[in-house]
């Protein structure tokens, strides 16, 4: 019972000078030089952590087994609920990949092969090389877009 109460931490702080360099210290210096002070300060207050308690050796949890049981008071979904909301990522992910899908088509349109048309604000021919670049960049990001797309849909349960 004792050892729920909170704790009162106290030891002397000590502030040190010593030819103009100041130090804190728990006990007071013992050059000739230093002229030490104990400085008053309010008590620390600790409180003990609480005990965790002991995790199974390992290998001993059977396995599948979760490695921490769910709370009685967790909020559960039912069935019907959790299929709406599965069929709702679904529909969602199904649109953005038509999206990226489409701007990817738009973009590697454009990029005709890494010769795309000139504009006639491109005067400059660093101008030009610079859109190709970014064009570039534009196809890669929309590639790997797709591809995750692909592989959260994948993932997904039916």
Same mark, same amino acid.
């Given at each position: 019972?004792? *050892?729920?109460?909170?704790?009162?931490?106290?030891?002397? %702080?000590?502030?040190?000078?010593?030819?103009?360099?100041?130090?804190?210290?728990?006990?007071?210096?013992?050059?000739?030089?230093?002229?030490?002070?104990?400085?008053? +300060?309010?008590?620390?207050?600790? %409180?003990?952590?609480?005990?965790?308690?002991?995790?199974?050796?390992?290998?001993?949890?059977?396995?599948?087994?979760?490695?921490?049981?769910?709370?009685?008071?967790?909020?559960?979904?039912?069935?019907?609920?959790?299929?709406?909301?599965?069929?709702?990522?679904?529909?969602?992910?199904?649109?953005?990949?038509?999206?990226?899908?489409?701007?990817? *088509?738009?973009?590697?349109?454009?990029?005709?092969?890494?010769?795309?048309?000139?504009?006639?604000?491109?005067?400059?021919?660093?101008?030009?090389?610079?859109?190709?670049?970014?064009?570039?960049?534009?196809?890669?990001?929309?590639?790997?877009?797709?591809?995750? +797309?692909?592989?959260?849909?994948?993932? +997904?349960?039916?």
């Amino acid at each position: 019972m004792l *050892a729920a109460l909170p704790v009162a931490a106290a030891a002397q %702080i000590y502030r040190c000078e010593n030819n103009g360099v100041v130090e804190y210290s728990n006990s007071p210096a013992s050059g000739r030089d230093a002229k030490c002070r104990p400085i008053d +300060l309010p008590n620390i207050t600790t %409180i003990p952590a609480p005990k965790v308690p002991s995790q199974p050796a390992a290998g001993t949890r059977a396995p599948g087994a979760a490695a921490t049981p769910t709370p009685a008071s967790f909020p559960r979904v039912d069935g019907s609920a959790q299929r709406a909301r599965d069929a709702d990522r679904r529909r969602i992910l199904e649109d953005e990949l038509k999206k990226e899908e489409t701007r990817l *088509a738009e973009l590697r349109a454009e990029f005709n092969n890494g010769e795309p048309e000139r504009r006639g604000d491109e005067r400059n021919y660093q101008k030009y090389l610079d859109r190709v670049q970014r064009l570039k960049d534009d196809i890669a990001r929309a590639e790997s877009s797709v591809s995750s +797309l692909r592989r959260e849909m994948a993932a +997904l349960r039916d």
